[in-house]
């Protein structure tokens, strides 16, 4: 849109308001509301439920109060209920490590109940046991699971299946590990949350892991198994101690906390923030059938165009700027397309193209009344094939200094 000409019809109306308006805009489509203002988040989490997280590891964090998540196997709590029912009051996490941790037959250890052995069903029945058996011996029910070895597949070659779907139905989160990037709230799966090693490090090999979560507003998942001096498989307790004083320290701005309770937080807040940022992805039928292409979920590229979170919709769209989204296509047919959007009548009439793979549509972008009224009809019919497209939306014409219109959703809905 022309927002110059609008911002300046707002800004003389209302003065001061409106430059505050522009903070709290930018504020939301860049940054994730972190609690408190928090640059970050942070959860620690250790696997296999070893005796020195009862021993050494679970006091020290008892000592920084951070609450950390265990991913236990029913048969390694067995021995010490008592403690773990102490870690639980005292506030950590149980995760589930299913019922005998299969991983690649590559691990030697692992041949016998290798993962490519494996298939849905025998995974998705040991879960529910291991969630059966946790809630026994522990008299919780985990929300959380992580993957052994960081593995996410059953099976070999045309016969592997990702357990991530599985995974994604029965737990608020999935944790990998010996990922390469922390998790970025607005796009993570949380059936796919990302771990990263914290086993053999120094607090200095870690720390840069932390400062690029801060500066990109990540939520980081630290993955250990043994607590304590030195060895193999073990976070070492003296990076710890500098850990946890370094998360208490309120300028680094670190929320820390156990895995389903950052899970639960990224969950809700981007359901409330969903429809006000901007976050291209994939565009696949929504429950009533229709493909929505939206601004949320679209691209702008070119030289101007802008998403506008006061809006819901893309401005500042010259003659060379463009809106793409991908899309998948559940079926194939002809599609009648409906445009929502907004403009001045004075920049009204300039034509459109909407380019869908080999497939196109022109038209003319209408009165709507003016930049601040939105309007939707329907601009005609495209046929689609079935699978994945890429539809562009942008002028047809060159024009100069004009905008072509403030753009809100494209909805395709089938007809045939
Ligand atoms: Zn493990």
Redesign the pocket.
Known sequence: MKQIKKGLQILFALGILCVANIFHLEAQTSKFPWPEGKKMALSLSF??ARKSNLELGIPLLNNYGIKATFFVLPSAVQANIGAWKEAIAAGHEIGN?SII?PCSGNFPWARDKAIENYTLDRMQNELILANEQIRDLLGVTPLVYAY??GQTFVGKGEFTQSLVPMVSSMFLAGRGAGNEVASDPFFVDLAQVTGMGMDEKSFKDILPLIESAQKNGQWLVLVGHDTKESGSQATYLNMLSELGAYINDPANGIWSAPIGTIAQYVKSAREAVSDTVNNPQLVRISSNGQLRLTAENGKGIGPEIKYMPDWRAFGWFTSKDKVVWDVDVPSGGVYEVWLEWSVSDEEAGKEFLLQAGDQSLKGIVDKSGSWETFKKKSIGKIPLKSGYVQIEFKPAVHFEEEALLDLKEITLKKVD
């Open positions: 696997d296999d490590h941790h052994p070895c």
